[in-house]
């Protein structure tokens, strides 16, 4: 879905408040979840979207304009292909995102993240079994691995770093720094 359960969205505004990150990252935004919750908080944050399917940007009016702030830039493109320029934020979220991709592909985008220089790391994913395909004529909706919680940690925690996690009865919240 376009869009993410309410699920762990306090823990991460409360990560994002202490971190206050000015340049922002959101992979996947779908309808901009991620940037309705936290853009208030910080207003001079710069974002910058990446998101495959083109349709989302008009329907979920994802360009900033004079009289709405979403994204301040948008790629339409897969985040795997995506200048590692991209990633050198304060934080990058891979928001409801990592498990439409294979396992091996969301580690290897994690990895690009890591050596690009992200400052933050913001992860979120379903922890149960939680089957989807295609939504709304998007083929990239369709959930290609199933996360266990305690290999997402695994994964985190061989990039180094610090990591918070918060594991709620649906979805999975990890927010990795890199201090």
Request: proline share 6%; net charge negative; charged share 25%.
């Amino acid at each position: 879905m376009p869009m993410s359960l309410p699920e762990g969205k306090d823990w991460s505004l409360d990560r994002f408040r202490y971190h206050l990150p000015n340049t922002v990252t959101d992979i996947g935004p779908g309808n901009g979840t991620y940037a309705h919750l936290f853009r208030p908080t910080h207003k001079g944050t710069w974002w910058t979207g990446i998101e495959i399917h083109k349709p989302y940007i008009a329907k979920y009016k994802l360009r900033s304009t004079k009289t709405r702030t979403m994204y301040d830039e948008i790629h339409v493109e897969d985040a795997r292909n995506s200048e590692a320029h991209l990633f050198h934020r304060d934080l990058v979220i891979c928001g409801d995102v990592l498990e439409h991709m294979p396992r091996e592909d969301a580690v290897a985008l994690l990895e690009r993240i890591v050596a690009a220089g992200a400052w933050n790391i913001l992860v979120s994913l379903p922890i149960i079994d939680f089957p989807q395909g295609e939504v709304d004529g998007n083929p990239h909706e369709a959930h290609l691995h199933q996360w266990d919680p305690d290999d997402m940690d695994q994964v985190l925690a061989a990039r180094g770093g610090r990591t918070e996690t918060m594991r709620g009865q649906t979805l999975g919240c990890w927010w990795w720094n890199r201090g």
